[in-house]
């Protein structure tokens, strides 16, 4: 399965974006898939993920309230709408899919995307 990650770019402190992981290769209810970021000289840190049903979701502290994960099976792509940015939420933003949440949690996911990148300044 090829993941895809798209909808990143410049955005002012305070503003917001949504970002894109587009699935193809498989059926997409047949994933968990997370995001994750890194930003420059950091190691990766997990964001969020979500079930295979969109049920169940799971945040970082530095997400939680802030980013909103969903998914739409339909379309075969997973969004993560990103409200109130700081300029700390600098990074490349992955997707990636994994066996369970607490393997995406950990960043023992199985397959990554190239990354999609976000940068916060005025």
Not at 15 to 43: F, H, K, M, T
Not at 46 to 75: C, H, M, P, Q
Request: glycine share 14%.
């Amino acid at each position: 399965v090829h993941l895809e990650e798209s909808g990143g770019g410049l955005v002012q402190p305070g503003g917001s974006l949504r970002l894109s992981c587009l699935v193809s290769g498989g059926v997409l209810n047949d994933y968990l898939i997370g995001w994750s970021r890194q930003a420059p000289g950091r190691e990766r840190e997990f964001v969020a993920v979500i079930s295979r049903s969109g049920l169940s979701e799971s945040y970082s502290n530095v997400a939680k309230g802030r980013f909103t994960i969903s998914r739409d099976n339909a379309k075969n792509t997973v969004f993560l709408q990103m409200n109130e940015l700081k300029v700390e939420d600098t990074a490349r933003y992955y997707c990636s899919h994994g066996q369970d949440m607490g393997s995406i949690i950990d960043g023992n996911s199985d397959a990554w995307g190239q990354g999609t990148l976000v940068t916060v300044s005025s």
